[in-house]
């Protein structure tokens, strides 16, 4: 453990998630992007803040380092089990979501929109947000993945990896990062608009309901962004 205190300045704040994601609620806190932005060191992401390193160091130190069960411990799964995660976990959450969100959107914004421009905003950043992702999701499940898996069997196998595989998949995983930079940048300006998703106090029910699932949603996202960039296509460069 010191020496995980003594090299928080040094890491990535995506590798520093990804060891525990515990952090991720100490990075939320003070807006620091682990999934898009999760290769800046703590220090580089702090400095754009303009928040002390120290301070957010400090806070990490306390974080329960030692009891991270096996089953959070995301660096140590297979590429296999962590596309089966990923599928089963927040694919299925975006598909099931992204349509009951736009309806509540689209419902406050027709109500509210008058008096509170921004949902109407928000209403179209998250319609844009929602098909982004749905095509996003098809083209990893059909051809990225895909591919991942085909490199990890090869190599599991001890067979060559033609260079022509190895190019596409890196070309793939160039796309998928670019998605997910675009994605990112709906969530965080859909979370500007909506004052970090705080209602205002003579909000109505629909309203309330509308920013609490954002919220959600943006949580779900920030998963499953790092758990691709900063774990999954990690692992998947590492075998090309």
């Known amino acids: 453990m010191n020496t995980l205190e003594s090299t928080f300045d040094n890491r990535s704040v995506g590798e520093i998630v990804s060891l525990n994601y515990h952090a991720a609620g100490i990075f939320r806190e003070y807006g620091i992007d682990f999934c898009c932005g999760g290769g800046q060191s703590l220090a580089e992401a702090c ?4 928040v002390e390193t120290a301070i957010v160091a400090e806070k990490l130190t306390q974080l329960p380092w030692q009891t991270t069960s096996s089953g959070e411990n995301y660096r ?17 959450f975006v598909r099931s979501k992204t349509e009951e969100i736009a309806a509540y959107a689209r419902k406050v914004a027709g109500v509210h929109g008058e008096r509170h421009p921004e949902n109407v905003e928000i209403y179209h950043k998250f319609v844009s947000l929602g098909h982004e992702l749905l095509n996003h999701l098809e083209a990893e499940e059909n051809t990225v993945f895909p591919l991942i898996k085909k490199v990890a069997e090869l190599r599991k196998s001890c067979q060559d990896v033609d260079q022509d595989l190895m190019d596409e998949l890196r070309r793939q995983l160039d796309l998928m990062e670019d998605d997910h930079e675009g994605a990112g940048k709906l969530i965080a300006e859909i979370r ?3 004052n970090d998703f705080t209602p205002p106090a003579e909000a109505c029910t629909t309203y309330r309901i509308l920013y609490q699932n954002l919220a ?3 949580e779900d996202l920030h998963k499953h ?3 691709e960039n900063n774990i999954l296509f990690r692992k998947a460069q590492a075998l090309l």
Do not use: C
Request: glycine share 6%.
């Open 225 to 227: 962004v790092h758990l």
């Open 47 to 50: 400095a754009k803040k303009g």
């Open 76 to 92: 140590e799964w297979t590429p296999d089990l962590l596309i089966n995660y990923i599928e089963q976990t927040h694919h299925r």
């Open 192 to 194: 500007e608009l909506s």
């Open 216 to 218: 959600g949603f943006e």
